[in-house]
């Protein structure tokens, strides 16, 4: 019943965000208004990670769309120092809004509540404030996947691969310790194979390619009878995809999944060398948020419950459709 709520209250949201669009350029809004909005977009993502392009896509559309001044803020490589610091620069301008992603809910408390208090409204994307309504930080609305369900949808899509046996031991790359969200979809796995007796052990990376090939290619060699290898994102995926080819691996008695898309992922998909990987529409994450704080700002109107974008598995019995999207910077 929750899913088909959550399914109707995006279907809503969809039609607020075309009908006030459709409205505007008519001239035929109830509440015209020639003020051009200010928006900021904080992430923790680094621009060199192919995920967060398409969220920045997402965001530029969506200013051209409704017609608002938006500034995209991320660092060069994730950071949760860096990120507290731009949204500090974000806040200090007075902006209509802000969107930001909860990597860190302590690192963000107290800057986020500060702007609410100061009247600006937030939304949080790709990463939500996992604790209780009464004791998160209280954002207008949350736009992403449901973190836990990523890897649930992951572990049991694996354990699909296996059929009638099971693998003897699993790894999960994380490719920015701390993040509460990988964390999340850590978890999701480890409990789905704890159910079945699989060993999970989770791996610290970084975001850096080379680093993750190299600390996944010392774990592989400590630990030979692993046979399921998950990613969490394109910069884990990327290089360890890389080391199971170099290691004939690829494809064979070694599964591989992982989470988001890129051309990379979506090839070794097609190709047989991924099994799978779980999608969560980051251009509606980057697009979403800012028809949302329009509808916000002109009628007072915001969702009262999380919109999820995902997740979904992609594997090769969908790839095909979802390639040419990829390709075009909007999945």
């Given at each position: 019943m929750k899913r088909v709520r959550i399914a109707a209250l995006v279907l809503a949201v969809v039609l607020l965000v075309s009908m006030t669009a459709a409205a505007a350029s008519r001239a035929e809004a109830l509440a015209p208004t020639?003020?051009?909005?200010?928006?900021?977009?904080?992430?923790?993502?680094?621009?060199?990670?192919?995920?967060?392009?398409?969220?920045?896509?997402?965001?530029?559309d969506a200013g051209q769309m409704f017609n608002a001044d938006v500034?995209?803020?991320?660092?060069?490589?994730?950071?949760?120092?860096?990120?507290v610091d731009l949204l500090e620069t974000a806040i200090a301008a007075?902006?209509?809004?802000?969107?930001?992603?909860i990597t860190d809910q302590s690192a963000v408390d107290a800057p986020l509540r500060r702007a609410i208090a100061d009247g600006i409204p937030v939304v949080a994307i790709n990463v939500p404030d996992f604790r209780s309504d009464l004791d998160r930080i209280p954002y207008l609305a949350?736009?992403?996947?449901?973190?836990?369900?990523?890897?649930?949808?992951?572990?049991?899509?694996?354990?699909?691969?296996?059929?009638?046996?099971?693998?003897?031991?699993?790894?999960?790359?994380?490719?920015?310790?701390?993040?509460?969200?990988?964390?999340?979809?850590?978890?999701g796995i480890e409990d789905v194979f704890g159910e079945h007796g699989i060993p999970v052990d989770k791996l610290a990376g970084a975001s850096d390619a080379a680093v993750n090939y190299a600390a996944l290619d010392a774990y592989l060699t400590r630990h030979e009878n692993t046979d399921a290898v998950f990613t969490l994102g394109p910069q884990g995926a990327h290089p360890a995809l890389q080391l199971l080819r170099d290691k004939n691996l690829a494809g064979g008695r070694v599964k591989m999944g992982a989470v988001d898309l890129s051309p990379t992922i979506t090839q070794a998909i097609a190709e047989g060398d991924m099994v799978f990987t779980i999608e969560q529409q980051q251009y509606l994450q980057?697009?979403?948020p800012i028809g949302l704080l329009t509808l916000y700002n002109n009628y007072g109107l915001i969702p009262r419950d999380n919109i999820l974008t995902g997740p979904a598995v992609v594997d090769k019995s969908n790839v095909d459709i979802v390639v040419e999207m990829v390709r075009q910077n909007y999945r």
């Open positions: 020639e003020e051009q909005y200010k928006y900021y977009v904080v992430t923790h993502g680094g621009v060199a990670d192919p995920f967060w392009g398409v969220v920045v896509k997402g965001v530029r500034t995209y803020l991320g660092p060069e490589t994730a950071s949760i120092r860096e990120l007075k902006p209509d809004g802000i969107v930001v992603t949350y736009v992403g996947a449901d973190e836990y369900q990523v890897g649930v949808q992951a572990a049991n899509r694996m354990l699909q691969e296996f059929g009638t046996t099971k693998p003897r031991r699993a790894v999960v790359l994380i490719q920015e310790v701390g993040h509460v969200g990988l964390e999340t979809r850590a978890r980057g697009y979403m």
